[in-house]
């Protein structure tokens, strides 16, 4: 009686443990910002469940048999050594959760890869170690720029106090439109890099003399933060990404103004010349 | 430590060999230089897990504090290599010439000479690996997977771990070789293949995946080599070559790797889990496919190592599912593990806590490993702290804890002394308490989204990162116990009698006493 509560409690509080794990998410992925990134998610979550009920399943048995199956409390071993029906059973039973848990994963990749149509295309290219953005089709065209870190060398090395977006902060945004499908070309100019924003969905290797591309389309305005996510030396540590999303008139503004002092520039520097 | 002299048991020569240093020099005893393989993999696992504790204390709060990111990159990086090459694989090999010869009645190795060969080329490669540090530029630090064209930009450094690589690959090819020799050519007569025990299967076909997979490895990295030096582009685009060529050639020999790490320690727990629970393995041949099937399907794998390299949905939807398809038979083994300990006899000395432990905890790594099948979720957590958890889930409570199960179980026929059974359990328990404390947060670091392989990061991750260290520490310390206890079982243990487990059934427990003399089976012993 005592055993079967502690079971219950143990199990409620697992279950319970689980859950609030699932909500915050200092423990699961950021807040999905975008399609592909929802379902990745939702996928997460489903497959965490599976897997908690076989693992409940499993170990149930295997403590149920540590408890009471052992020689000091006086059990007699069996002998027994194969049963092919049993076998057979649970080779089949892993194979069909196995198809259930690749279904959903199916459609989203073949999705991920359709980036045609987009409405904005940018290309991304890894420098060591920042990144280079130019808006190559769409609205924005022409405009091109570099992001670098801008979290102050003091910070890092602990001389002043560090800030909310320590490592996660960039002098320029890449900024896109809410809403609006954005195909990333991404390749690199020395080493391999990989430009990832997770609340996006994407994260794509940039290979240096090839190109690769990834897409997204936001669901709402903010900003998306993200990191390098393929060792690139030294400072792979200190080339964050950042997503601002804007809506469409706030964009078209963002875009004015690029535009207004790439002009600026370009005349000045002809006028240096 | 098998130095037993005498022949009370009936061995027609005597045990003369050299003694003091040129013993374990000149040695082509199996149980000598298993006993090397094993020291020496220890010492490498302090080597490895000092930089692991490096890399934790500069981890333990954000900022950079001890190591510049450049030396991180080199710890992080000699880490990987050292525990893989050093550490985790020698320490396999040295249980494969401790046992096999004994487990199928055999005198020795086939090949004595070689094997003398295998083990001395060890100490070399690592004195390479570790005196890079001290070189200008200082060690490799492209990550234990050393990526083109980060890996090209490297120092001397790198080539000395290329080196190092490939002597490691020779000495584990002639080791694999000797193995399968072994088993095939000088099992006792009687024991057929579907006799022979678990473990000496699993090295037979662990065996069989090196020789396939580690020419594989001396390939790419010598084609890195005349990357870097001879002016050939394989992997560099600008001379018509490709960097993601090398991550499939690598990841070729990469994947199967992991399973050469795991099968041996599928074969260590399936010894002792019917020991301690008296009662025959559940589905001794379904076990045997099983393994078998988990060694052909690692070969086609390798690219969900890949899958934010780019490649096309097909692609990605065979590696996929391929992938998910390993779960089956591992799934099998897990199974017949619970069904060998169902209505069992069961007691718990530390190896089958070792044991039970590393059931429980890999299974959580295999979890983790389907979860990262699934293309879309791995490509969220690629390259991030999941993945770090994934990997030592099964590396560090697979493998390693395997290996210390193994220790333990055969420690008493290797050295006719009992380890204290009071400071085994002490070993097990903060094992495994500081185990998941330093690696059950870095799930949810990686789910989070902190990057690997970075020497600081956002105030967000800092807690989980603290507990991780202080975790980690607690468990480098309790390794030192482990030391300890070897130590004093080989010095002062008390005396193991000839079968000190009930239920064990192999050729060493019910043929040979403790220890085992220097030479055994000189006469094999008949199998019915």
């Known amino acids: 009686m005592r055993s079967k509560l502690v079971a219950t409690l143990a199990g409620v509080s697992t279950l319970a443990l689980y859950s609030s794990l699932a909500v915050g998410s200092k423990y699961n992925f950021p807040e999905p910002q975008s399609i592909i990134a929802r379902e990745t998610y939702d996928q997460h979550i489903a497959l965490l469940w599976i897997c908690l009920a076989i693992f409940i399943a499993v170990f149930g048995v295997m403590f149920y048999s540590i408890l009471k199956h052992r020689k000091s409390v006086g059990h007699k071993a069996a002998n027994f050594h194969h049963s092919t029906t049993v076998e057979v059973v649970w080779t089949i039973i892993p194979c069909i959760i196995l198809v259930a848990m690749a279904l959903p994963a199916t459609k989203t990749i073949i999705a991920m890869k359709d980036t045609s149509s987009p409405d904005i295309t940018i290309k991304a290219t890894g420098y060591q170690w920042m990144w280079g953005y130019d808006y190559l089709q769409g609205e924005g065209e022409g405009i091109s720029f570099y992001s670098k870190l801008s979290t102050p060398r003091a910070q890092i090395e602990n001389k002043e106090p560090k800030g909310e977006n320590y490592l996660l902060e960039v002098d320029n945004r890449v900024v896109v439109p809410v809403g609006k499908k954005v195909r990333v070309i991404i390749t690199a100019n020395d080493v391999l890099h990989a430009w990832s924003v997770p609340a996006l969905g994407v994260k794509q290797d940039a290979i240096p003399g090839f190109i690769r591309d990834t897409w997204f389309t936001a669901d709402n305005p903010g900003i998306y933060r993200g990191q390098c996510s393929e060792l690139c030396g030294k400072d792979h540590g200190y080339m964050p990404i950042v997503v601002e999303v804007m809506a469409a008139n706030d964009y078209a503004q963002w875009v004015a103004e690029q535009t207004k002092s790439a002009t600026i520039k370009t005349s000045m520097h002809i006028e240096n010349k | ?528």
Request: proline letters at 6%.
């Open chain 2, 1 to 528: 430590m098998a130095a037993v002299h005498g022949d009370a048991h009936g061995h027609e020569h005597d045990d003369h060999h050299p003694s003091g240093i040129m013993r374990w020099v000149k040695t082509t005893n199996h149980k000598d230089i298993g006993t090397m393989y094993l020291w020496f993999s220890f010492t490498m696992f302090m080597v490895g897990g000092f930089l692991a504790m490096g890399i934790r204390a500069e981890l333990y709060q954000p900022g950079i504090q001890i190591l510049e990111p450049e030396l991180f990159n080199q710890f992080t990086t000699l880490h990987g290599l050292i525990m893989v090459f050093g550490a985790i694989m020698p320490a396999f090999v040295g249980f494969a010439n401790w046992q096999v010869p004994m487990m199928i009645g055999a005198p020795d190795m086939a090949f004595a000479r070689m094997n003398n060969w295998s083990f001395w080329l060890l100490p070399v490669a690592a004195t390479m690996l570790i005196g890079s540090f001290f070189v200008p530029g200082g060690a490799a630090a492209g990550g234990w997977t050393f990526y083109p064209p980060l890996s090209t930009q490297g120092g001397l450094g790198v080539d000395l771990m290329i080196f190092s690589v490939h002597v490691l690959g020779a000495s584990s090819i002639m080791g694999s070789i000797n193995i399968i020799t072994t088993i095939l050519n000088m099992r006792a007569p009687g024991m057929t293949l579907m006799k022979m025990p678990m473990f000496v299967w699993t090295w037979l076909i662990t065996a069989y995946l090196l020789v396939l997979v580690m020419p594989v490895l001396a390939g790419v990295v010598t084609m890195l080599l005349t990357d870097r030096h001879f002016g050939t582009s394989f992997f560099n685009a600008a001379g018509g070559g490709d960097p993601v060529l090398f991550q499939h050639i690598f990841w070729f020999f990469g994947h199967p790797e992991v399973y050469i790490m795991i099968l041996p320690a599928f074969g260590i727990v399936s010894e002792i889990i019917p020991t301690f629970s008296r009662k025959p393995l559940f589905g001794y041949s379904s076990m045997v496919y099983a393994t078998a099937s988990i060694a052909i399907l690692s070969c086609v794998v390798w690219a969900h190592h890949m899958f934010t390299a780019g490649m096309p949905a097909v692609g990605q939807l065979f590696f996929m599912y391929a992938t998910m398809l390993i779960a089956v038979p591992t799934a099998v083994k897990v199974f017949n593990w619970t069904a060998t300990m169902w209505r069992g006899s069961m007691t718990f000395e530390t190896p089958m806590l070792f044991s039970i432990g590393f059931i429980f905890l890999f299974v959580i790594g295999g979890f983790s490993g389907v979860i990262c099948a699934i293309v879309p979720i791995d490509i969220q957590v690629q390259d991030t702290y999941y993945v770090i958890a994934h990997f030592h889930y099964v590396l560090v409570s697979g493998a390693l804890f395997a290996l210390f199960a193994g220790v333990y179980y055969w420690i008493p026929k290797w050295t006719g002394h009992m380890y204290s059974e009071t400071l085994g359990k002490w070993h097990f328990w903060l094992s495994m308490f500081f185990f998941n404390m330093t690696f059950f947060v870095q799930h949810f670091l990686g789910l989070a989204g902190m990057p690997r392989r970075v020497p600081d990061y956002n105030l967000q991750f800092a807690d989980f990162n603290m507990i991780s260290s202080l975790g980690a520490f607690g468990f480098g310390l309790t390794q030192l116990l482990f030391l300890y206890l070897v130590i004093d079982c080989i010095r002062k243990g008390e005396k193991a009698s000839q079968m000190p487990w009930d239920g064990a059934t192999t050729l060493e427990w019910t043929h040979l006493p403790s220890p085992a003399p220097y030479h055994t089976f000189e006469t094999p012993p008949v199998i019915k």
